[in-house]
């Protein structure tokens, strides 16, 4: 929409309050804010809620891998075979052996159900997410036959465990005796703490060597599983197809989605529900401005009538009041997309601030599943809150526009 100088003119004069006027100004500046608020509110939730399941994805997939191939009762046979069909498959990026066994934990008198998980050597060390995430001591000390493991640090917390302290895994695969089955008790010594910011992970895992973890639960040369990774998690199923044909008869492919369905399902309905409610915010915040520009559209009746009558046509009239509405609605979208980039970058600090004076805690892990507030911003999702903000702030423009432009000037001159 091009306007002339003069139709400028007029278009700014009337966003400035005038005499008599600051009511419909502070209706306007209240239109102003609560667009800032609603774009501000809708990016910084559907940013937080796009951070949650990326960060939750990316570490479930780090310590998961895409699919499982998961063996009967826990033992897969023939794995290295499996293992290779795997890597041959187009897609796949990597496969790797694991165990995995639920167990019983002590330390100090405490008892805590863990998940043991044995890995190789050299894959435990390139898990970026487990080395890169070390809170004391060092992977180094974690090798087989040295009857070192790492523990999540939760876990350590839960049982009183630090660097060099000693705790016991109790398997229910122990020896027989006259009087029954007698559990197997194994004394380890802690080597590492990590964190990867997963409170379940962090709260259950112990991770050690593969041959400890094969003697400790009595397994030879068995694993548990294989971690399947692949270069499109989306087309995870399809991409494994030739795998299912191996498999058959030894075990079970499981991938991302079915071993997490429940909660990423959930996590898109709550993201989709809050767009939907954090939209009623713009919403209103448009009727604002409908009302604001209503007012000002009576308040300028007579000098609508006098700018008719010396030649405006009803083209500029609609012109000059969709300019100053569709104006008030973008101030309101830049100082949106502002404080939103603002809340995001300290969203931490905000959360801590507001722990500190409440005395609550807003970010329990243990219900939140993850350390830290995450976010994660799509430059797509928020091109279309502002340009949906902005369409609403446009429609929003039309009535009032057409009813200035709609002014009879002799009627409203009529008796000046």
Do not use: C
């Not at 991302?256 to 369905?261: E, H, T, V």
């Amino acid at each position: 929409m091009i306007l002339n100088r003069y139709e400028r003119m007029i278009a700014r004069r009337y966003l400035l309050p005038g005499k008599g006027e600051g009511f419909i100004f502070l209706v306007a500046a209240i239109s102003l804010a609560a667009v800032a608020l609603g774009v501000a509110a809708l990016i910084i939730v559907m940013s937080v809620m796009n951070g949650f399941r990326a960060e939750l994805f990316d570490k479930i997939v780090g310590l998961n891998g895409h699919a499982i191939v998961q063996g009967y009762e826990g033992r897969l046979n023939d794995w290295q075979r499996i293992a290779g069909v795997a890597r041959a498959t187009p897609g796949v990026t990597s496969a790797l052996p694991l165990i995995e066994q639920p167990l019983m934990a002590s330390a100090n008198g405490r008892f805590e159900g863990v998940l043991v998980r044995g890995m190789r050597l050299q894959d435990l060390r390139a898990n970026k997410l487990i080395a890169g995430n070390i809170k004391s001591g060092s992977l180094a000390n974690v090798k087989p036959g040295s009857k070192v493991v790492a523990l999540g640090s939760h876990l350590a917390e839960a049982l009183g465990a630090y660097v060099g302290s000693e705790i016991t895994l109790l398997s229910p695969d122990g020896r027989d005796t006259p009087v029954g089955t007698v559990p197997r008790m194994v004394t380890y010594t802690v080597g590492a703490i990590f964190e990867v910011g997963v409170y379940d992970y962090d709260k259950s895992y112990v991770i050690m060597p593969m041959e400890d973890a094969q003697t400790l639960l009595m397994m030879g040369d068995q694993v548990g599983m294989v971690e399947v990774q692949v270069a499109d998690p989306d087309k995870v199923s399809q991409t494994l197809e030739p795998v299912r044909d191996t498999i058959r008869g030894k075990g079970i492919l499981v991938d991302w989605r079915q071993m997490n369905s429940a909660l990423f399902e959930a996590l898109e309905v709550e993201r989709i529900a809050m767009f939907v409610v954090l939209s009623l915010i713009v919403l209103v915040a448009v009727f604002n401005i409908l009302s604001s520009l209503i007012m000002l559209v009576r308040a300028k009746t007579r000098d609508i009538a006098i700018l008719r009558t010396m030649g405006a046509s009803r083209r500029a009239m609609m012109k000059i009041f969709v300019t100053v509405g569709v104006t008030i609605g973008s101030l309101g979208i830049v100082l949106g997309v502002i404080l939103g980039a603002i809340f995001l970058f300290f969203r931490q600090d905000v959360v801590n601030a507001i722990q500190l004076l409440t005395g609550q805690n807003l970010w329990d892990p243990s219900v939140r599943f993850l350390s830290d507030l995450p976010s994660k911003s799509d430059p797509v999702e928020i091109t279309s809150i502002v340009l949906t903000a902005l369409i609403l702030s446009f429609l929003a423009t039309l009535y009032p526009a057409w009813k200035a432009a709609s002014t009879d000037p002799v009627q409203v001159l009529r008796y000046e």
